[in-house]
């Protein structure tokens, strides 16, 4: 079943750590995404990717890093973790074919930045 | 860069009633314009979408209205269940969304 699982679920990092969150997606879409979702603000984009190899800016890319070494994982990085980074990140993944923008969002992890 | 504007920002209903949730864009090339239900504790998952060949789309309970003159398109829930609360999200041709309505239905 084509899916796209996000590890770990939840997690808790100390200030100025370095934190990865990864993303996992069997729907061979070439596109995936990273946001983040805080009360009030929706769901803002941080980075994304249009295939392996590839990593573009989003709206709020400040604090992260972003890589994408296969068609199938993409990696949300966290070099010098903040509290403000403290927020429940979604990947997704989609296709661009036919002008869509339809997009599979993962579960979600849930990162605490003490 | 905000894509789309979303109204309002919480919606609450009666059970049975019509929810109406609007958004709007200013981009006259975007084609493509979905909506997505994110409920309490999940993931966003895409509810319906619409392309401006038409000005309606529907399934099931579920309707698009989409006005390509004014660049606005809304969503129309008919006979709202409670088990429809949840948190609505547009997009345009974008991988942006929308701030999001917050849907209570009340039974």
């Known amino acids: 079943e084509a899916a796209v699982t996000q590890s770990p679920r939840n997690k808790v990092a100390v200030t100025g750590g370095k934190v990865t969150l990864s993303c996992n997606q069997t729907?061979?879409?070439?596109?995936m995404y990273w946001y983040r979702q805080d009360t009030g603000h929706g769901l803002r984009l941080i980075h994304y990717?249009?295939?392996?190899?590839?990593?573009e800016k989003g709206d709020i890319p400040d604090g992260y890093k972003a890589s994408r070494p296969s068609q199938e994982n993409f990696s949300l990085i966290l070099e010098l973790a903040t509290p403000s980074q403290t927020s429940v990140y979604f990947c997704?993944?989609?296709?661009?074919?036919?002008?869509?923008?339809?997009?599979?969002f993962g579960p979600g992890t849930r990162l605490t930045v003490l | 860069q905000q894509q789309v504007r979303q109204s309002p920002q919480s919606l609450t209903v009666w059970e049975g009633e019509t929810a109406i949730l609007n958004c709007s864009y200013e981009?006259?090339?975007?084609?493509?314009f979905p909506w997505y239900h994110q409920f309490p504790g999940e993931s966003p998952a895409l509810l319906i979408a619409?392309?401006?060949?038409?000005n309606k789309k529907e399934d099931g309970r579920f309707t698009i209205f989409f006005n390509k003159r004014e660049k606005k398109f809304s969503l129309h829930i008919a006979d709202s269940q409670p088990g429809d609360s949840a948190t609505y999200f547009c997009?345009?041709?974008?991988?942006?969304f929308g701030a999001g309505t917050k849907l209570s239905v009340k039974p």
């Open positions: 997009a345009a041709s974008s991988p942006r």
């Open positions: 990717s249009y295939g392996a190899g590839s990593t």
């Open positions: 981009d006259s090339t975007f084609d493509y």
């Open positions: 997704a993944s989609g296709s661009h074919w036919g002008g869509s923008y339809e997009q599979y």
């Open positions: 729907n061979n879409h070439n596109n």
């Open positions: 619409i392309r401006p060949v038409s």
